[in-house]
T-cell receptor
Framework: GENVEQHPSTLSVQEGDSAVIKCTYSDSASNYFPWYKQELGKRPQLIIDIRSNVGEKKDQRIAVTLNKTAKHFSLHITETQPEDSAVYFC????????????FGTGTRLQVTL | DTEVTQTPKHLVMGMTNKKSLKCEQHMGHRAMYWYKQKAKKPPELMFVYSYEKLSINESVPSRFSPECPNSSLLNLHLHALQPEDSALYLCASREGEVGGYGYTFGSGTRLTVV
């Protein structure tokens, strides 16, 4: 089955700096890669996603890049703010209505003042 | 309505109790999921229903029993749980590849087994 590795497990940055989180996946059939932000006690919230036919996608301060050949994708957050502090999960899934969403192990991002 | 609604939000149950978690969506999504999340861990898949039929059971103990009465509703029946089953239980739905790729998560039920 699919395996998703995520690094780093914790990341501390100063406000205004950039943060990068990296994930690798194992199944070349995976074609959809969402990123979730989860605050303590709350549900995972989709912040950005990318499909396998696209190499990069940007939404304001957040961007995701995908390298299908190397089977890795990354989340980039620029101009970090304290409210960006949370746990971030990458995930992958295959093209099927009932495909499971496989999560990475998570990155705890701390943005300090 | 673009939400997945889960009830109850919190549940405390004894090891001999029987309880049920409920999940509802009215987006016409044809796949629905149960995930279990322990503290500081990623969500782990438990069950997947596709077109109201169970399509994936991730070797979940029989004390967890899923049910999909119709295309909008998903239940998780709980019986004889153990304290280690305490976790956040998340329901999700997915439109499917044709209509879109995204998964929508409910806000979860925080379960405590005493």
């Amino acid at each position: 089955g699919e395996n998703v590795e995520q690094h780093p497990s914790t990341l501390s940055v100063q406000e205004g700096d950039s943060a990068v989180i990296k994930c690798t996946y194992s199944d070349s059939a995976s074609n959809y890669f969402p990123w979730y932000k989860q605050e303590l006690g709350k549900r995972p919230q989709l912040i950005i996603d990318i499909r396998s036919n696209v190499g990069e996608k940007k939404d304001q301060r957040i961007a995701v890049t995908l390298n299908k050949t190397a089977k890795h994708f990354s989340l980039h957050i620029t101009e970090t703010q304290p409210e960006d502090s949370a746990v971030y999960f990458c995930a992958s899934t295959k093209p099927s209505t009932a495909s499971k969403l496989t999560f990475g192990t998570g990155t705890r991002l701390q943005v300090t003042l | 309505d673009t939400e997945v609604t889960q009830t109850p939000k919190h549940l405390v149950m004894g090891m001999t109790n029987k309880k049920s978690l409920k999940c509802e969506q009215h987006m016409g999504h044809r796949a629905m999921y149960w995930y279990k999340q322990k503290a500081k861990k990623p969500p782990e898949l438990m069950f997947v229903y596709s077109y109201e039929k169970l399509s994936i059971n991730e070797s979940v103990p029989s004390r967890f029993s899923p049910e999909c009465p119709n295309s909008s509703l998903l239940n998780l029946h709980l019986h004889a749980l153990q304290p280690e089953d305490s976790a956040l239980y998340l329901c999700a739905s997915r439109e499917g590849e044709v209509g879109g790729y995204g998964y929508t998560f409910g806000s979860g039920t925080r379960l405590t087994v005493v």
